[in-house]
């Protein structure tokens, strides 16, 4: 637990204290498991594709738009199958990472893909 205990979720009181595996709020006697604050607070980030749909690992999309390569005179055409996604928190919105075939391993953005359905 972190050093700072959170605010009561009921009266929203800065002075919560601990008891026993309870916290406790002295203004309003609302008593709560730390627990479920922390599970409330870990919400999972979806991913969705370009045109709505939520993206998960393993799936495959297509190529949406083309897109230039840097570092390589052609780019990745419309349509190109990508098998096999793995999400990841990257930078610059970056959010694929996958294998494309004929260009190896890259760094995508969900915004440029379609979920094969």
Not at 96 to 102: L, R, W, Y
Request: glycine fraction near 8%.
């Amino acid at each position: 637990m972190s050093d700072q205990l959170p605010n009561c979720p009921k009266c929203n009181c800065e002075y919560t204290y601990e008891m026993g595996s309870l916290l406790v709020c002295p203004e309003c006697a609302h008593e709560w498991q730390a627990a479920e604050d922390e599970s409330t607070a870990e919400v999972e980030k979806v991913i969705k594709d370009s045109v709505g749909n939520i993206l998960a690992d393993g799936d495959t999309v297509t190529i949406a738009k083309d897109l230039k390569v840097k570092g390589s005179s052609t780019a990745i055409k419309v349509g190109t199958k990508v098998r096999n996604i793995r999400l990841v928190n990257g930078a610059d919105g970056h959010d694929i990472d996958a294998k494309v075939d004929g260009f190896g391993p890259m760094m995508l953005k969900s915004s440029v893909v379609k979920k094969v359905l």
